[in-house]
């Protein structure tokens, strides 16, 4: 319910003009010398803040991974695959320890190996099982599952997928006001 309303509440303030990004900034130093901000000038002394356009700088995604070799048998990696179902691309998580839970879906039904690569370092699931608990640093991260036969050989590896890990109280934006 709380996301229909805030979608609309942005669509609101995209068309209209309205919002932080449009939002005027007021400053004043009071007797004792500190500084004051402000969104309204409800202050006799208050100047309005000149905010530059902030620079931003557009970065192409690559992948850290070797691109695999595609099967030569078009119908057999069509049927093979795997994706990673948690955490999503481009996820932020929000943990005090950097714990996270991995798990991905597959329509192989055959018995396999399951291997996660978080940053290039491996680790094995347990026999079976379609999730994993990891911890990991703040930062961004690289994940992706590869899938192998009884005979250590790759049947499916899934998309490279990136994500956030935040521990909050340190990572946390801090409010303006």
Known sequence: ?????LLLSLLVFVITGFGPINAKIYTWTDEEGNKHYSNTPDHKDAK???VSEPNTLTIPKRSPYPPLKQSTNKKKAEKLSVSISSPSDQETIWDPEGRFTLSFSTNIK??????AELDGSKHD???????LELI???GEHKVRVTLLDNKGKVIATSDTLTFYMRHPGNSAPKPFF
């Open 48 to 50: 309005e803040v000149e």
């Open 125 to 131: 699931y347990d026999s079976g099982a379609t999730s």
């Open 136 to 138: 990991t640093t703040p």
């Open 110 to 115: 055959k018995k396999f190996k399951a291997t």
């Open 1 to 5: 319910m709380k996301l229909p309303i």
